[in-house]
């Protein structure tokens, strides 16, 4: 991992508003960066272009933010983190940084902004955090799970999200057939103490029979709601699964734009 030295802890203040925004090739070096690029990193436009984008790494930031940050990149995702940069100087600026891949396969995109404090607080915890216990992971600039949440985030990245939609529509289908169910049975369970009552007390015979037909008409409207239940949560399941598809191609399509530089394209 390139060493970045020295440092001075000094940081330089962010201006409210500043937009820098930078592009790399697929292999991270420079070939594109505006005029905020600049002034936050305190080099020539001349030292940066064609140079791989870690000059900025600062040594505080831990080796797993970045792996994680390539790793999403080239998984075709954008990532979004809390970033501490080094200044050609040794100073040190705290950034929102947002990168995402180009559309056209040629590179990458980043865009910073100025970090919120109580983000920064947040991240330089974190960071301290992992380089004490370098088992930390992050993913997609998150601290990952551990343990069971481990796996069972690592079950749902094998699942896609219309799996899961229809995994949760089914689930909640069969858990309101059961509660109607299970409903139905104590209502059984009273019918039949009152049909053994019944054979030796004539009072409790009037009880049984509307016991019995309160019993037989829920289980009517038991077979209607499940009949009726089951398909229309697999059509608004697949309802929402379509819809969800056309939000996230749109949001694609959008995002490209932006990292293509088309800020005017109209918004959906």
């Given at each position: 991992m390139?060493?970045n030295?020295?440092?001075?802890?000094?940081?330089?203040p962010?201006?409210?508003g500043a937009a820098?925004?930078?592009?790399?090739?697929?292999?991270?070096h420079?070939?594109f960066?505006?005029?905020?690029?600049?002034?936050?990193?305190?080099?020539?436009?001349?030292?940066?272009?064609?140079?791989?984008?870690?000059?900025?790494?600062?040594?505080d930031m831990?080796?797993?933010?970045?792996r994680d940050?390539?790793?999403?990149l080239?998984a075709?995702?954008?990532w979004s983190?809390?970033?501490?940069?080094?200044?050609?100087?040794?100073?040190h600026?705290w950034?929102?940084a947002?990168?995402t891949?180009?559309t056209?396969?040629?590179g990458y995109?980043?865009?910073?902004?100025?970090?919120?404090?109580?983000?920064?607080a947040a991240?330089?915890a974190?960071?301290?955090?992992m380089?004490?216990?370098?088992?930390?992971?992050l993913?997609?600039g998150?601290l990952?799970?551990s343990?069971p949440?481990a796996?069972l985030?690592?079950?749902?990245e094998?699942?896609?999200?219309?799996a899961?939609?229809?995994?949760?529509?089914?689930?909640?289908?069969?858990?309101?057939v059961?509660?109607g169910?299970?409903g139905l049975?104590?209502?059984?369970?009273?019918r039949?103490?009152?049909?053994?009552l019944?054979?030796?007390?004539?009072?409790?015979?009037?009880?049984?029979l509307?016991?019995?037909?309160?019993?037989?008409a829920?289980?009517?409207?038991l077979?209607?709601?499940?009949?009726?239940?089951?398909?229309l949560?697999?059509?608004?399941?697949?309802?929402?699964?379509r819809?969800?598809h056309q939000?996230a191609r749109?949001?694609?399509?959008?995002?490209g734009?932006?990292a293509?530089?088309n800020?005017?394209h109209?918004?959906?």
């Open positions: 390139r060493q030295l020295p440092v001075t802890q000094k940081e330089y962010l201006q409210d820098i925004i930078s592009r790399t090739d697929q292999k991270g420079i070939t960066c505006n005029d905020e690029f600049i002034i936050a990193s305190g080099y020539a436009r001349s030292e940066v272009i064609g140079e791989p984008h870690n000059l900025l790494r600062h040594p831990p080796p797993e933010a970045y940050m390539w790793a999403t080239e075709g995702r954008p983190g809390i970033v501490k940069n080094r200044r050609k100087n040794g100073d600026y950034v929102k947002t990168a891949p180009l056209d396969g040629s995109m980043s865009v910073r902004i100025k970090a919120p404090r109580e983000e920064i991240a330089e974190l960071y301290a955090r380089w004490q216990n370098p088992s930390l992971r993913e997609e998150q990952a799970p343990g949440m796996l985030s690592r079950l749902g094998r699942i896609s999200l219309s899961r939609i229809r995994l949760l529509g089914a689930g909640l289908a069969f858990a309101c059961g509660l169910a299970s049975y104590s209502l059984g369970e009273a039949d103490a009152l049909q053994q019944a054979t030796t007390d004539p009072q409790a015979r009037e009880a049984f509307q016991a019995d037909r309160r019993y037989e829920k289980q009517r409207i077979l209607i709601l499940a009949a009726l239940g089951l398909p949560t697999v059509v608004g399941v697949g309802l929402t699964t819809r969800l939000v749109t949001s694609c399509e959008l995002a734009e932006i293509n530089g800020l005017l109209p918004l959906p």
